[in-house]
């Protein structure tokens, strides 16, 4: 969402109609520029601190340093970015796979002792890095990753939307599932794929079109659209409801930039899809 300088009553409107609709789940990060700050000031001037919950990402390694003394200075400046005295879920926003992870996790539950951060976890991190953390922690009796944030979207990417990131495989979504560790899928709509205005020919956003022009994925789209057309809903909403009628805990995280996608999305949260209805728009079966 356009939550920068000067947006910030178009910020401040979108926040308000997400909340009207039931909405409590914010998603920022240190690299979004003022996201964070503007959020912050919404929250503020709405003094609804305790009815929301924050998702914050720093260390977002190779560009930052990802180690103990970085989490705590980065942990800080967060706090004083968003404008609060704790952020209810913070998470490395990529990750280092030669760094150990145990002292990773001894750092985040100092800051859970602190009071600073109340959950953790890792965005673009794979499931074995999670897992691995998790095992640490509870070998040390020490908390671990509560939450793991990769893409999840009925559309595959060809190649990554940006650098460093990660899609969960059917595998990894399984043990997600099996772990009670939370999905937060990011691009859940896949960047807009789902649009009415989408296809082969429209290469207005190339790098839109790099990562999800596939014929799969233009097949997934049909099957999504002519399943729309039959329940009276739109494929962006059928491609969201997919997301959240997976098999495991899961946030789908979404972008709206108007008031009107902001109600899109939130309708698509009612609509319960069956495995069978699963099983074909992600190509596993040819027929309902």
């Known amino acids: 969402m356009p939550f920068r300088r000067g947006h910030e009553d ?17 998603d920022t990060a240190e690299v979004y520029g003022a996201c964070g700050e503007v959020l912050g000031e919404w ?38 970015t968003l404008g609060t005295d704790y952020v209810d ?3 490395f926003h990529r990750d280092n796979p030669e760094e150990p992870v145990g002292p990773l996790v001894e750092a985040l539950n100092e800051e859970v002792s602190r009071g600073r951060i109340r959950a953790f976890g890792g965005s673009n991190w794979t499931a074995a890095r999670i897992r691995e953390a998790n095992a640490y922690a509870e070998k040390h009796g020490l908390m671990g990753m509560a939450v793991s944030s ?37 691009s859940s709509q896949g960047q807009g794929f789902f649009r009415d205005d989408s296809a082969p020919e429209n290469q207005g956003d ?33 491609a969201l409801a997919y997301v959240l009628n997976l098999a495991a805990p899961i946030i789908a995280l979404v972008g709206p930039r108007t008031l009107e996608e902001v109600a899109s999305s939130m309708a698509g949260v009612d609509i319960t899809l069956s495995p069978a209805e699963m099983n074909w728009l992600a190509l596993r079966t040819d027929a309902l």
Do not use: M
């Open 43 to 80: 929250v503020a001037a709405r003094g609804n601190r305790a009815e929301v919950i924050i998702l914050d990402k720093g260390c977002h390694y190779p560009h930052h340093a990802l180690n103990p003394s970085a989490i705590h200075e980065t942990i800080a400046r967060s706090l004083d």
């Open 10 to 26: 178009a910020a401040f409107a979108l926040a308000d109609a997400y909340v009207g609709h039931g909405g409590n789940f914010f």
């Open 150 to 186: 990769p893409q999840v979207c009925l559309a595959q990417t060809r190649e990554p939307f940006w650098a460093g990131c990660l899609t969960a495989s059917d595998e990894d979504i399984a043990w997600y599932a099996q772990s009670g560790v939370a999905i937060v899928a990011w």
């Open 89 to 91: 879920i913070w998470a």
């Open 206 to 238: 190339p790098q839109l079109a790099a990562s999800y022009h596939t014929p799969e994925n233009f097949e997934k789209l049909r099957r999504a659209r002519e399943l729309a057309a039959g329940r009276g809903v739109t494929a962006v909403q059928i």
